[in-house]
Structure formats: C-alpha cells, structure tokens
C-alpha cells in the first residue's frame, strides 16, 4: 500500500515522503494511530494544504520533547528482582515495569509505546533501553536489575556480580579443602622441620612421666 507519511517513520522516510508498507502494517499501525494518509489524490491535495500546519505541530512537539530529552537521556533506574546463582530472573522485566519505574523516579509523560524494548529482559545486569520521546527525539535509559541495593550499586560500578560471587564461592571452598579435619591430619600437613623440631619436647616430657612413675 502506497502512503503519506504524517511523521518520521524510522527506516522509512519523513513528513510528506510517499512510501509503499505492507498493507498490515498501514492498516493496523500507521493509518489509525494518524502517522500517515493513503496516498490517493484526495489525501494528497489534503495534505499539500495543511503541510504548513502539520509541519509547525511536528516542530513543536519536537522541541518539547528534546527539553525533556536533557532530564532523561543517561538516567538509571534500578529494579530489585529475585534470581537464581547463576543471574537467572524468577520472571522478567517488562515495557511496564520500565514505565512504572521512571515514572516513580520522577519521570512522567513515559508511555509503553515510547519505551523499545525488542524482547523481555531476563537476567541480573545493566541493559541500555532506547526511550522515543518523539519520532526525531531519542533518548536512552540505563535499567539496573539486581537482586540487591548492594548488589545494584556494584553493578553501576562495573562489576560482574555474578562473577564475583562465584569467584567468592570457589575460594572459599578451597579454603575448606585444605583446612584440617583433625590434629592427626595437622601433624600430618606438618612440615618435616617443624615436627623434628617438636621430637625433643615430647620426648623430655615422656622422660619427667617416667621418673615420677618410678618415684
């Protein structure tokens, strides 16, 4: 299908371009959410007379949203979820809960629809979202999903938490490993320079429980 765009459609053109879509996407997406005409000569002569206006309109929400632009773009929100050891997420992060975070940090005049997000995000980390304030206006936004304050705040400061932990966890199982289970193990891991240097003490003392057997 054959249409006028009302707007910049991303990969396919600006206000006034004559493009040819898929008649699914014409129909279900850009014809009733106003962001392009049928290109037929009703619609033409319809948009030549109002170009001006539709020009003018565009400016403005343009320049609205490029001063919103300047409190949003850069901005990390943190989200607090449950996951397993290895950064799996009990669930997921959705368009919503971008929206409703922004929102709670301040944020307001976010909808779904601005926020692109290509699949839900499923595991701990830091993912850059791409937030469209308006066809010409984007803006990013850091979104933080830990399981912890602490753990949010380390991963703001580059740090794999996962990789952490885990490095953590193998430590301390070596630590383990090597601690001795009893003192016959600790006589055992005893160096030969340490025990002979011990011989003579255990002797004399089995040597002063002899004579006072025979006193």
Do not use: C, W
Not at 92 to 100: K, L, M, N, Q, T
Not at 113 to 142: F, Q, Y
Not at 178 to 192: F, G, I, K, R, V
């Amino acid at each position: 299908m054959e249409i006028i765009l009302l707007e910049r459609i991303e990969k396919l053109g600006g206000i006034g371009d004559v493009v040819t879509v898929k008649n699914g996407f014409a129909r279900n997406y850009l014809l009733p959410n106003n962001k392009a005409l049928r290109a037929n000569d009703a619609n033409r002569k319809l948009f030549e007379a109002n170009r001006a206006k539709i020009e003018a309109d565009n400016a403005e929400r343009r320049g609205d949203a490029e001063g919103r632009a300047k409190d949003i773009d850069g901005k990390q929100i943190v989200l607090i979820r449950q996951a397993s050891n290895t950064g799996q997420l009990y669930g997921s992060v959705a368009v919503r809960d971008i929206v409703e975070a922004l929102a709670e940090d301040g944020v307001q005049g976010v909808t779904k629809a601005m926020v692109e997000l290509e699949r839900p995000i499923k595991s701990l980390g830091l993912v850059d979202v791409k937030v469209k304030l308006h066809p010409e206006v984007i803006v990013t936004v850091g979104v933080n999903v830990a399981r912890s304050p602490d753990e949010a705040e380390m991963q703001s400061q580059g740090i794999d938490v996962i990789a952490a932990m885990f490095e953590e966890e193998q430590a301390a199982a070596a630590a383990v490993a090597l601690e001795p289970d009893s003192e016959d193990e600790y006589d055992d891991a005893m160096p030969p320079s340490e025990a002979a240097a011990d011989a003579p003490a255990a002797d004399a003392d089995d040597a002063e429980a002899d004579k006072t057997d025979e006193a």
